[in-house]
Each structure stands twice: as structure tokens, then as C-alpha cells.
């Protein structure tokens, strides 16, 4: 599968970005997404996830009620929504392909990754 992730950029604390990721080469509908960020000088680092169907999400504890994703099938898209940003949120951000339709939120779970995609959060 062929990940391509947008809609990263430079936003004030506080602000909001949406981040996209478009999916093609696989059935899209039949496995779960994660997302995943790596700032510089520290390792790559679990925020969200999501289960084939939608039904389930899991978040890191880091952006719990701040940031949400969600998926569209029919667009072969997942999301990450990403409210009241702080500075410690700037990152380059990943979108993933999971294994199977069961979202997890270990790394090693995800076989398929994007490129990237710059989150730069301004104090």
C-alpha cells in the first residue's frame, strides 16, 4: 500500500491543523491506521489509531482530547484533527498501515508507512 500524508505546516500555539492521508494499493477498508510522530533527537512515538470499521480509536495520553482521527473508506483517507496545538506537538508526522484490522498503538504493529509530514507549532 502507497501512503501519502498532508496538510502539515507552521500554526500558532493553540491553533489547529488537519492532517490527511491518502491510501492506495491495498483494500483500504480492511486494515486499521495509525498515527505517529517524531520529533527531533527523540524516537518515533505513537498518537492515535484506528480500527478498520471507525468503531475504534486509541490516543496517546499526550493529545487525549485535543486531537481526534477518523477515517473515510469510500476515500480511502484517514484524518487526524488536531486542536489547541502546543509547542511540544511539532514533529514530522506519519501515517501507517497496520497489519490487520485491529487497531494497536505498538509501532512494530504497522507495516506500511508515509513519507511525512512537517507539524511546526509556534509559542
Known amino acids: 500500500v502507497q501512503l501519502q500524508a498532508s496538510g502539515g505546516g507552521l500554526v500558532q500555539t493553540g491553533g489547529s491543523l488537519r492532517l490527511s492521508c491518502a491510501a492506495s494499493?491495498?483494500?483500504?477498508?480492511?486494515?486499521?491506521m495509525g498515527w505517529f510522530r517524531q520529533a527531533p533527537g527523540k524516537e518515533r512515538e505513537f498518537v492515535a489509531a484506528i480500527s478498520w470499521s471507525g468503531l475504534n480509536t486509541y490516543y496517546a495520553d499526550s493529545v487525549k482530547g485535543r486531537f481526534t482521527i477518523s477515517r473515510d473508506n469510500a476515500k480511502n483517507t484517514v484524518y487526524l484533527q488536531m486542536n489547541s496545538l502546543k509547542p511540544e506537538d511539532t514533529a514530522v508526522y506519519y501515517c501507517?498501515?497496520?497489519?490487520?484490522?485491529?487497531?494497536?498503538?505498538?509501532?512494530?504493529?504497522?507495516?506500511?508507512w508515509g513519507q511525512g509530514t512537517q507539524v511546526t507549532v509556534s509559542s
Open positions: 494499493g491495498r483494500t483500504f477498508s480492511s486494515y486499521a
Open positions: 501507517a498501515a497496520a497489519k490487520s484490522g485491529v487497531a494497536r498503538t505498538a509501532l512494530s504493529w504497522y507495516d506500511n
